[in-house]
């Protein structure tokens, strides 16, 4: 089979025949129907900084995988032959696809059945690979670690394939949410899934008490400002890693005793709660579809900042060409890609 292959950084993606996975014991093979794309595919190609992730070279890049069980291995009895199923990238064997072992831009992959988490009904494949990382890493920001809930003053920092989901999951939790964004282009969608108000800079928001604010940009300038924004006893929670570092003013954190959190990743039960809001269409991402063949387009589109929402290759072409079908599930087919920009 063919896979989209990391040779080195600095080097383009190369389109490798290799040989076909077969299960080992507590292992599947999964038929690929749908894998996204994320800015850390960008990173790996771009970043020396990412090696030290990478387990053996080539490895097939990756890391956000649904698709149907076409295999068991021995000792797998939770997951049969035909099961509509979904990869969590930081599952339970700790290997991350795409990095530690070969990932999913090829149409078959092996993975262990401890990162495996079943689609409910009605869940769309390219939905179901957007809610493995960016559902998951957005949900976990917000939800598990930011504690969100019903009637907190919320602000969102950053309208991308992350935050989008983001503050939808705040919304659809009774929050009131308010979004900034500097990219105006982002500012219909932010009015369309409730966002209360829209600012372009989360400066403009000093003094205003907010409860929580969750920094999906992480630009520095952003964390800071969040120091600014948030009410005595208010809560931080920093996803994004635009910058890596900030300066905050030390004497805001300590009169108004704000918790300034980290969120890294996710577990299997985040990817499995993003998949409930996802299939009750309570929560629809923003998605583009694009074609196997076009996955080296889309990473450079992510890498030039023209990707809307979450970009999905469709690994199989019965998978979602409905277009009725893809309307409900929110992907749409980009056609800038079509051309080759």
């Not at 910058?243 to 954190?253: F, H, K, P, Q």
């Amino acid at each position: 089979m063919k896979a989209w292959q990391f040779t080195g950084t600095h080097q383009p993606l190369v389109l490798n025949e290799v040989p076909d996975p077969t299960p080992g014991p507590g292992e599947v093979v999964i038929d690929v129907k749908a894998a996204g794309l994320c800015h850390s595919d960008v990173g790996l190609l771009e970043d020396e900084g990412w090696m030290a992730l990478i387990a053996h070279l080539p490895v097939t890049m990756g890391h956000e995988i649904a698709g149907v069980v076409s295999a068991v291995g021995e000792g797998v009895t939770d997951y049969a032959i035909g099961d509509r199923v979904g990869v969590c990238p930081t599952g339970g064997s700790g290997v991350a696809p795409g990095y530690g072992r070969d990932g999913g831009f090829a149409p078959q992959h092996l993975v262990p059945a401890v990162d495996l988490v079943p689609m409910p009904a009605g869940l769309s494949f390219p939905l179901a690979a957007a809610g493995t990382d960016a559902g998951m890493t957005s949900y976990h920001a917000i939800a598990a670690i930011g504690g969100v809930k019903a009637g907190d003053k919320v602000a969102v920092v950053g309208l991308g394939g992350l935050g989008q989901i983001g503050a939808q999951i705040a919304i659809v939790k009774g929050a009131d949410v308010t979004v900034a964004e500097p990219n105006e282009a982002a500012w219909p969608m932010a009015r369309q899934i409730g966002a209360t108000r829209i600012v372009k800079d989360i400066a403009e928001l000093a003094g205003e008490g907010f409860d929580l604010v969750v920094d999906y940009a992480g630009f520095g300038t952003t964390t800071s400002g969040a120091v600014d924004a948030i009410r005595r006893d208010g809560t931080i929670v920093v996803v994004g890693m635009g910058r890596l570092e900030a300066t905050i003013n030390t004497r805001d954190v300590i009169l108004k005793q704000a918790r300034i959190l980290g969120s890294n990743g996710g577990t299997l039960q985040d990817v499995a709660d993003v998949y409930e809001l996802f299939a009750s269409g309570q929560v629809i991402p923003q998605i583009t579809a694009i074609d196997f063949d076009e996955i080296p387009d889309g990473i450079e589109s992510l890498h030039e900042g023209r990707a809307r929402g979450r970009v999905v290759a469709l690994l199989d072409t019965e998978a979602e060409t409905d277009a009725a079908a893809a309307r409900l599930t929110g992907v749409e087919a980009d056609d800038s890609h079509h051309a080759h920009h």
